[in-house]
T-cell receptor, first 111, second 116 residues
Framework: KQEVTQIPAALSVPEGENLVLNCSFT??????LQWFRQDPGKGLTSLLL?????REQTSGRLNASLDKSSGRSTLYIAASQPGDSATYLC??????????FGQGTELSVKP | EAGVVQSPRYKIIEKKQPVAFWCNPI?????LYWYLQNLGQGPELLIR??????VDDSQLPKDRFSAERLKGVDSTLKIQPAELGDSAVYLC???WGAGGYQETQYFGPGTRLLVL
């Protein structure tokens, strides 16, 4: 059974810092891995999708990596801003559309 | 382009009452998903539709939960009767295809249910 774990559960950093969020999964047989952002009271917004054959994806200040062999992914946020404050969720697509989510990392970026 | 629409946004009911949630996916999206999100947790899939067909409902508690997507467009999720433990956020998502290697899902804002 696929399990997804995110560390840390919460993170507080001062504005301008670079930071890394971690995600691990137990079964390497995945279609893709996705990172989502969730703001309080809102739905999820897709940030990055890494296909199983890829190693990383970049979008602006965000960079996500995937190492299937070790069952790990990281989300790197450069030069963090207060507007980056949100919960970040990692999800693996393990069965053609069935996303299995981690519990999320709650990020707070302080001015 | 309109995103995934859900209603109501909030619902408060007493236990044992019925409740229904409605979702309208992004136009042209064939696949629709219902997720349950408990406080402090990631979403968990309840049911997935490809057009009108429920292709994965293994996580749906069928004794009290039901869902339908009659014309392959909008969908309704129902709970009858509701229990205290059903208090959560119910998220709807959609995607164009069946969720392949390159495909992401687009989420609605969710319905927050509180059962008293």
């Amino acid at each position: 059974k696929q399990e997804v774990t995110q560390i840390p559960a919460a993170l507080s950093v001062p504005e301008g810092e670079n930071l890394v969020l971690n995600c691990s999964f137990t079964d390497s047989a995945i279609y893709n891995l996705q990172w989502f952002r969730q703001d309080p009271g809102k739905g999820l917004t897709s940030l990055l999708l890494i296909q199983s054959s890829q190693r990383e994806q970049t979008s602006g200040r965000l960079n996500a990596s995937l190492d299937k062999s070790s069952g790990r992914s990281t989300l790197y946020i450069a030069a963090s801003q207060p507007g980056d404050s949100a919960t970040y969720l990692c999800a693996v697509n393990a069965q053609g559309g069935k996303l299995i989510f981690g519990q999320g990392t709650e990020l707070s970026v302080k001015p | 382009e309109a995103g995934v629409v859900q209603s109501p946004r909030y619902k408060i009911i007493e236990k044992k009452q019925p409740v229904a949630f409605w979702c309208n996916p992004i136009s042209g999206h064939n696949t629709l998903y219902w997720y349950l999100q408990n406080l402090g947790q990631g979403p968990e899939l309840l049911i997935r539709y490809e057009n009108e067909e429920a292709v994965d409902d293994s996580q749906l508690p069928k004794d009290r939960f039901s869902a339908e997507r009659l014309k392959g467009v909008d969908s309704t999720l129902k709970i009858q009767p509701a229990e205290l433990g059903d208090s959560a956020v119910y998220l709807c998502a959609s995607s164009w295809g069946a969720g392949g290697y390159q495909e992401t899902q687009y989420f609605g804002p969710g319905t927050r249910l509180l059962v008293l």
